[in-house]
């Protein structure tokens, strides 16, 4: 399996994080990194970036993968090009005609990428039930924690004995 190599070789030398960086904003979390996902709708990053392993998830979408299937599901190109467009990038030169690794690999390599960032999210879900809350999920909630200041919204002038309470402006500043 020539062509597998080749998938290798060029994931090995492709930083994720850097590749991500290029389309969206990532942000370091601890030792992993946050980005915001660029297949939904979002202000903050729900998208997991775990550099070491070359892999991502999205706990708003739950897309995930590796490095080709970013590329190809960012750019609109099938598993061979990803995969060429990362060598000519990375200064690999392919082994395998990219044709025949796309008409081999590409099924199989993305599957294969999917179900391994599943597996990790899943197990990472999983020990940060028992340990606490993980920091990725932790911030979260954190940007809707009402702040001390919400404790008494009403504020300025009017006081406790308006006519109006100010419902709206204490479900604003809570948010
Ligand atoms: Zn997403």
């Not at 775990?50 to 599901?73: N, P, Q």
Request: contains cysteine; hydrophobic residues 35%; aromatic residues 6%.
């Amino acid at each position: 399996m020539a062509d597998r190599s080749d998938i290798d070789r060029v994931r090995e030398a492709t930083d994720l994080v850097e590749l991500i960086s290029e389309v969206t904003t990532v942000k370091r979390s601890g030792r992993s990194f946050m980005a915001v996902c660029p297949f939904h709708e979002e202000k903050t990053p729900s998208m997991s970036v775990d550099r070491a392993r070359g892999l991502y998830h999205c706990f708003g979408c739950g897309k995930s993968g590796d490095v080709f299937t970013f590329v190809s599901e960012t750019q609109g190109v099938e598993f061979g090009d990803a995969l060429e467009l990362l060598a000519r990038k990375t200064g690999i030169t392919l082994t395998q005609d990219p044709a025949e690794a796309r008409n081999r690999g590409r099924r199989g390599a993305a599957i294969d990428a999917i179900r391994r960032a599943i597996e990790v999210y899943n197990q990472r879900l999983r020990s940060a039930g028992e340990a606490g809350p993980a920091p990725t999920i932790g911030s979260l909630p954190a940007r809707r924690r009402p702040g001390t200041a919400c404790s008494r919204p009403t504020g300025s002038g009017a006081g406790s004995t308006s006519r109006f309470p100010g419902a709206s402006r204490v479900r604003r500043c809570c948010w």
